[in-house]
């Protein structure tokens, strides 16, 4: 979604719109989307900075950092982005940056692409390590299985090769 900013300063522009699925290109990314995203908030102009914050909620699938079976998480976070114009962002090529700069995106003329702040806000807030649940087994390092399907046993069956003379003493 494509927004006009206002031309008056210091207004409040409010949102709330929903982008399907296959809007939103994530084809190289380890998530998929399972419905439409929800996006909800508001833009409000300044003299040299317009802000926008919101809300954005989503089903997500993902798979299991331990044993990579899909599953299906509530994805909601709050973002805010400031925009300002390249007139009124440094041309320095060397410029000491504050962690409130990072959320600073450089934009011409008087329209805002909304969904690609989305995007963008959905890859930076996802989960570095996301479980199927909290006791996942993972696989087995040695024959690939689900441990939490099977119990393979091939942990017990191993012998540390330097104990493995004192068990012939029996």
């Not at 979604?1 to 939103?24: G, K």
């Not at 996006?39 to 914050?53: A, F, N, P, S």
């Not at 450089?106 to 806000?121: A, N, P, S, Y």
């Amino acid at each position: 979604m494509i927004v006009e900013l206002p031309t008056a300063e210091n207004l409040i522009l409010p949102f709330d719109f929903e982008i399907r699925a296959d809007e939103i290109d994530l084809d190289d990314e380890p998530l998929k989307l399972k419905d439409s995203i929800k996006v909800e908030g508001e833009i409000k102009k300044g003299i040299v900075q317009t802000d926008v914050r919101g809300k954005i909620s989503a089903e997500i699938a993902l798979e299991c950092t331990r044993c990579l079976q899909g599953t299906e998480q509530n994805f909601e976070i709050s973002f805010a982005a400031a925009f300002v114009t390249p007139e009124h962002y440094t041309q320095a090529k060397e410029a000491e940056l504050n962690t409130d700069d990072l959320d600073v995106s450089v934009f011409e003329g008087d329209l805002i692409d909304l969904t690609e702040l989305v995007r963008e806000q959905i890859l930076l807030n996802l989960p570095e390590q996301v479980f199927c649940r909290e006791g996942c087994k993972g696989l087995c390092e040695k024959c690939g299985a689900n441990r939490n399907l099977i119990d393979c046993k091939c942990i017990e069956k191993e012998v540390d090769p330097r104990w493995a003379a004192l068990k012939n003493l029996k």
